[in-house]
């Protein structure tokens, strides 16, 4: 199933299983999900950006900003989970 600005869009008919997800609750998961993701990433991938661009390597900056979005991302991972 293709997403389509942040929209599920089914291309062939739903399965059983299918058509009981309440797509419009992970629709709006992912949108609310992607806007945490870019508030708590966006200053630290800012700061690396600066850091590279500049020829330094920023090994403490990129650690920061993987464990970020790891963190952010298990929410959408634990949420998809629930919802299966």
């Known amino acids: 199933m293709p997403v389509i600005d942040g929209v599920f869009v089914a291309n062939v008919p739903l399965t059983a299983a299918e058509s009981v997800v309440r797509f419009v609750d992970l629709n709006s998961h992912i949108l609310r999900q992607r806007a945490a993701v870019e508030a708590a990433t966006l200053p630290i991938a800012r700061r690396v950006g ?35």
């Open 50 to 84: 600066f850091l590279i661009g500049s020829g330094i390597i920023p090994v403490v900056q990129v650690r920061e900003l993987e464990a970020k979005l790891g963190a952010a991302l298990m929410v959408t991972y634990r949420f998809g989970r629930d919802e299966a």
